[in-house]
């Protein structure tokens, strides 16, 4: 998981004070807690969750490989594989085959992207040498 944020108080944050600095709404950390993806953090004096720079490092984490497209349930079995204890080389594997899917799905939205290029050029092209109301492109 990556580095937690900087600037985290001894009593932790709260949950808005953590879902700002992750970027995410508080039902986002709420769910995540609830489908056993983040554990529930400790509880101040006030009673309020307060979230440790510990915490929020695994948060940041889930949120990272939200980012990259893993499932829900795919983070519950990386989760669950964490708590039940499972070795490094176990969780390196489900990291690394989350790996190669990202890969693949990056290579097809770059041929997308190539392929749009390519459209749009192809309208620029026409645009720059057919006289005002020509034909367009499809």
């Known amino acids: 998981m990556p580095p937690p944020p900087p600037d985290v108080p001894d009593v932790g944050l709260t949950i808005s004070a953590a879902a700002a600095t992750l970027g995410v ?7 995540y807690e609830k489908e056993g993806i983040a554990p529930a953090p400790g509880r101040g004096p006030d009673g309020w969750r307060r ?11 889930v949120v990272m490989l939200r980012g990259t497209g893993m499932s829900v349930q795919e983070m519950r079995e990386y989760a669950a594989a964490y708590r039940n204890g499972a070795d490094e080389h176990d969780r390196l594997a489900l990291l690394e ?29 026409r645009i720059t040498t057919e006289p005002p109301g020509g034909a367009t492109a499809t």
Do not use: C, P
């Open 97 to 125: 085959q989350h790996h190669a899917a990202v890969l693949e799905r990056l290579a097809e939205v770059n041929r997308h992207l190539a392929a749009l290029e390519r459209k749009i050029d192809a309208y620029k092209k």
């Open 51 to 61: 979230y440790d720079a510990a915490s929020l490092s695994w948060l940041a984490g």
């Open 25 to 31: 709404t508080i039902d986002t950390i709420r769910y």
